[in-house]
């Protein structure tokens, strides 16, 4: 069965101002609808099409002939991933078992997103910048171009997209005023706790 757009979990609009319906119209209706398109037409026909994307991301990760493959089911993942990591009740500061883990390693909340926004703002060109579980520590990492943390063994918890895509209609160039208002007004602390909860379970 061909992969579908999935559902944005919140309305085009629903995160403004801090994100445009406008940026939704090109990010998600153009830039992740073609990875979807372009993931359908790459794996048509082969025996990865019945796989699931996780799957399929895993299979090619290291075969230098699926290149296109890879970028593409990577970026519809990562996006997916993204949309859920907002919401327009963001912000403000995770809890239970999640905020614990960021004051043990980070020292506090404001650390955390000092040493997130740092990785983000650093990833030279176009990436991803995540929260991820990895042998049962939290620890930032960011990934190059259509990266993702599944390739390392890692479970991510968190992310932002630092494709100038992702912000340069909001924000043109200044990716750093991007990143800090995704973590001070977007920031999903529910989706990471449910996510940083089922990591360690
Ligand atoms: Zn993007």
Redesign the pocket.
């Known amino acids: 069965m061909a992969f579908e757009l999935p559902p944005l979990p919140y309305e085009k609009n629903a995160l403004e101002p801090h994100m445009s319906a406008e940026t939704f119209d090109y ?1 998600y209706s153009k ?1 992740h609808q073609t990875y979807v398109t372009n993931l359908n037409n790459l794996v048509k026909d082969t025996p990865l099409a019945s796989q699931s994307l996780e799957q399929i991301i895993l299979a090619v990760a290291k075969d230098d002939t699926k290149v296109g493959v890879f970028n593409n089911a990577a970026q519809v993942w990562n ?1 997916t991933f ?1 949309w859920n990591s907002m919401s327009p009740k963001g912000g403000g500061t995770p809890t239970g078992v999640l905020a614990d883990a960021i004051a043990k390693t980070f020292g506090s909340v404001d650390k955390f997103k000092e040493e997130f926004k740092a990785a983000a703002v650093g990833q030279f060109g176009s990436g991803w910048a995540w929260l991820v579980v990895e042998g049962g520590a939290l620890k930032i990492v960011k990934t190059g171009n259509a990266g993702t943390p599944l390739t390392a063994g890692q479970t991510a918890i968190l992310t932002v ?1 630092v ?1 100038e ?2 912000y340069y209609i909001d924000y043109r160039n200044r990716r750093p005023d991007f990143v800090q208002t995704f973590l001070d007004k977007l920031v999903n602390w529910d989706f990471a706790t449910a996510n940083y909860a089922a990591a360690i379970s």
């Open positions: 990010h830039h996006h993204f997209d494709w895509h992702a």
